[in-house]
């Protein structure tokens, strides 16, 4: 369980039309993700981090390269499976929070779940003990208007830990936070990985927040430049 | 939480939003609702108004017009009580078609002939009226371009099969004279008589004969001494005392004159004989009238027995009552006719000497037979001087598919006869009213379906603006594990909301416009045309204007039914699942990393 591979990524290429000029965001990138693992992804805007996100995130396919989640070739598979993926094995954070305004945090935690069979109470119920969980338990009926970045960016986690996914993956997590409530995020996220061994993925240009995972991926033009694991505790 | 409370979340704290878009919805629900029920309120107006055949028991309306050819109508023959006249510049007839002359003209030779019989046979000398130079009043009636026929025509078609009844009417023009009465022209001649007079006078006295003796035998010998030759008969005539072998002698001094000499005074007038010159006496004694004031105005006479068939009904008694048991002397009143010359029941109308009482006010249905008054049958034949004749017969059918029928019956019964249906007189129908029906539906429609097409052209935009809005949201619902379909689902159920919501505001708005238009109720008038209208179309030939108008005003009305609110409603759902499909297609047509990427 806890050397199981969850991401295989074998030269792995992503590109973009932009006009009539072909990007190459992400250039034959390839590594392997084990469970468990708190993964940050280094590098400045445009370094193609976002990509490699979204490419773990089942958002985006590859143009070309084999990447494997849990040995399920994404680049082949349907939207209906890829959904089913993001439904049950991972969770996104973002940077802007994308919490639905008009829902309050309980039921913003609720949507993923909308999708899985199960009963609402116990749904509802899950939904307050994450919020709990994240330390949000007297906000379950804030909107997010009516939260602090901090809180919100927790709602997100609580949100994006509702289905038990294998991996959360964060892009720029703490981008929009002060530096307390962006360590205060860190702490939520490391916490999760020790405890939960909730595998983590983290992109940002933030070398503090960096600092705070186990493994370094460092990423400039679309390249894996260099892939540091943090010495074995 | 289930898709139905997200969707209420969305829109409840999107209120802005939300009541914008459901208003785009309503104002097109609810001007389609009102577009259709305007037009559904002009259809009854017309269906109760212009097709009001059916609210007088009838579905045919038989008659004999100008135009149809028929077996030679005894109609025209005057009857004995009117006397037709001669050209006399008294006579009305001169005038009569001065005016007309093309109405009359467009007839056929035949038909011509008949119309002018059949109204000259009420004409009458005016000078009949009263002396001459006296003020007078009188009602002529004519009966226009509806040729009389028998009323044994009404048994006739009442023993067609399909037919449940049938009643006759007569329907005429009135024509109200005041007026001085003419001096009739005379013509006379005189003379040419030899007349004979015979005188005795006395005989001569002793003494006037031994006058007349001395006197004669003076003057002989006072001719002989002065003539030659005496004539030897001159002696033997002297004795004979008759004036005839006295004249002329040759010798110059005839015994005539001797005698002349000599007789008395008193017989030289004697026997003479006495011719009158021969000379012809033209007196025309005043000029032609040109004080004679008409008035014209349209009756009919009703079968008072039949009170639910026929030209008026006792269903359409406004106040007071239908002709009671003694009909003679009664009459009914067409309501406008009643307000312009101030007559209610109870009052009494004078026609030629006969006082009718005012029984009841009818309000007419919008046929071509509206008359001013309504007499009893046998009443106004006799007044019009057409006993036992009719000009329409009022059919009613077991059932409508059998008109057609029914109608080609009557034709073969009654050659010639004009034939009129619902169906013809509603076609017939002119004016605003048969304007704005037409516009309501033809120009009504297409405006509904425009507007229709606008909202819903709107709420697509704003759903797709919403869509657009919430991309990030989209984005995110799909990294979570959300679905393209439940994606549009709930995208096509927050629009399909909003158009629910919009729909039963636009039913709101929908059923103010149209309680507006109930309350303000723009006025339409509808004209008949003058098919059924015989006498009216002799007003038009005298060149005057009937009281009975055609014309009908109606206000609009704008009654919603189910139907049209569920249609309005319908519409507006089918706009949501439009624009809500539209949206959704969109949203899902984005990949969820395009989505993301597009925060920036």
């Given at each position: 369980?806890?050397?199981?591979t969850l ?5 792995v290429?992503?590109?973009y039309?932009v ?36 490419l ?13 989640f ?7 598979t ?6 089913a ?6 969770g996104?954070?973002f ?28 749904k ?21 208007g009516s ?22 993956i964060?892009?720029?997590p ?45 990423m ?14 | ?11 409840m ?64 023959s ?20 001065a ?22 046979s009420?004409?009458?000398?005016l ?5 001459p ?9 004519v ?7 028998p ?15 049938a ?5 005429l ?6 007026g ?72 110059g ?23 009158t ?24 006479g ?33 309501e ?25 006010i ?18 106004l ?17 077991k ?34 009213l ?54 549009v ?5 927050e ?29 339409l008038q ?37 139907p ?12 949501g ?24």
């Amino acid at each position: 369980m806890k050397n199981e591979t969850l991401y295989t990524l074998a030269d792995v290429t992503r590109t973009y039309q932009v006009g009539s000029a072909t990007v190459r965001a992400l250039s034959e990138a390839s590594c392997t993700i084990q469970r468990g693992e708190m993964v940050s992804i280094e590098g400045p805007s445009g370094s193609g981090k976002s990509t490699l996100l979204l490419l773990l995130g089942v958002l985006e396919t590859p143009s070309s390269g084999t990447l494997e989640f849990k040995g399920t070739d994404l680049r082949t598979t349907s939207d209906e499976v890829q959904t089913a993926i993001r439904r049950d094995s991972i969770g996104y954070v973002f940077q802007q929070f994308n919490l639905i305004p008009t829902l309050t945090a309980q039921e913003n935690v609720l949507l993923p779940m909308m999708p899985v069979a199960g009963k609402n109470s116990d749904k509802q119920e899950r939904a307050g003990a994450l919020l709990e969980q994240v330390g949000l338990g007297h906000r379950i009926s804030h909107l997010p208007g009516s939260l602090s970045g901090g809180e919100q960016q927790r709602v997100a986690i609580a949100r994006a830990l509702a289905n038990r996914p294998d991996v959360i993956i964060a892009d720029e997590p703490t981008g929009n936070l002060d530096s307390a409530s962006a360590q205060g995020i860190m702490d939520l996220l490391a916490h999760l990985n020790e405890e939960e061994h909730v595998t983590i993925i983290i992109a940002t240009h933030d070398p503090a927040i960096a600092k705070r995972t186990t493994r370094h991926i460092i990423m400039r033009d679309g390249r894996l430049l260099e892939d540091q694991a943090a010495p074995a505790s | 939480m289930s898709t139905f409370q997200y969707i209420r979340r969305e829109l409840m704290r999107r209120r802005g939003r939300t009541l914008t878009t459901a208003f785009g919805f309503a104002a097109g629900v609810s001007l389609v609702v009102s577009i259709m029920g305007v037009a559904s309120g002009l259809a009854t107006a017309q269906n109760r108004l212009l097709s009001p055949l059916s609210t007088v028991g009838t579905d045919i309306i038989v008659t004999r017009t100008v135009g149809a050819t028929t077996t030679p109508s005894p109609s025209a023959s005057p009857s004995p009580g009117t006397p037709t006249q001669g050209n006399g510049p008294g006579e009305r007839q001169g005038g009569f078609f001065a005016g007309g002359g093309s109405a009359i003209s467009s007839l056929n030779a035949k038909d011509q002939a008949a119309l002018l019989q059949s109204n000259d046979s009420v004409l009458t000398d005016l000078s009949k009226l009263g002396p001459p130079g006296t003020q007078f009043t009188h009602d002529f009636f004519v009966p226009g371009t509806l040729i009389t026929f028998p009323s044994q025509a009404v048994a006739n078609i009442t023993s067609i099969p399909g037919v449940t009844g049938a009643v006759g009417a007569l329907s005429l023009q009135g024509v109200h004279d005041t007026g001085t009465v003419p001096k009739i022209v005379a013509t006379f001649t005189t003379g040419g008589q030899t007349q004979t007079v015979t005188s005795a006078p006395p005989p001569l006295t002793a003494a006037q004969q031994a006058q007349v003796r001395s006197c004669l035998f003076q003057q002989i010998q006072s001719q002989q001494a002065s003539s030659p030759s005496p004539s030897p008969s001159q002696g033997s005539s002297r004795s004979s005392g008759t004036g005839g072998g006295f004249r002329g002698g040759p010798g110059g001094g005839d015994f005539n004159s001797v005698l002349a000499k000599c007789l008395p005074p008193s017989y030289l007038k004697y026997q003479q004989q006495v011719v009158t010159p021969i000379r012809t006496v033209q007196q025309i004694v005043n000029p032609p009238q040109t004080n004679l004031n008409t008035k014209s105005y349209t009756v009919a006479g009703v079968n008072p027995s039949v009170r639910n068939q026929g030209v008026i009904t006792a269903a359409q008694v406004v106040s007071g009552t239908w002709f009671t048991a003694s009909p003679k002397d009664e009459v009914l009143v067409d309501e406008a006719y009643a307000t312009t010359n101030s007559l209610k029941a109870g009052s009494t109308v004078q026609l030629n000497g006969t006082t009718f009482h005012v029984v009841g006010i009818v309000a007419p249905t919008l046929t071509g037979n509206v008359s001013d008054l309504y007499f009893d049958l046998a009443t106004l034949q006799s007044m019009a001087t057409q006993p036992g004749r009719i000009n329409e017969i009022f059919v009613s059918a077991k059932s409508a598919s059998q008109v057609n029928a029914i109608a080609a019956a009557i034709h073969t019964k009654l050659p010639g006869a004009q034939i009129l249906t619902a169906k013809s007189l509603a076609d017939g129908v002119t004016g605003s009213l048969a304007d704005a029906h037409t516009l309501a539906t033809s120009l009504g429609t297409a405006l509904a379906i425009v507007i229709l097409l606008g909202s819903f052209l709107i709420a697509i935009l704003l759903t797709i603006s919403n869509v657009n809005k919430r991309i990030r949201e989209i984005g995110s619902l799909r990294a979570m594990g959300w679905s393209r379909g439940r994606v549009v689902k709930q995208l096509l159920g927050e629009t399909i909301t909003i158009s629910v919501l919009g729909g039963i505001l636009g039913i709101a708005l929908g059923f103010a416009i149209c309680g507006i238009i109930d309350a303000t109720g723009p006025a339409l008038q509808a004209t008949t045309s003058g098919l059924a209208v015989g006498a009216s179309t002799l007003g038009s030939i005298f060149g005057q204007s009937s009281t009975a108008s055609s014309i009908s005003t109606v206000h609009v009305t704008a009654p919603l039914s189910l139907p049209i609110l569920l249609l309005g409603f319908g519409a507006a759902v089918c706009g949501g699942i439009i624009a809500g499909a539209v949206g959704g297609w969109r949203a899902s047509r984005l990949s969820p990393a395009s989505a993301l990427r597009n925060l920036g």
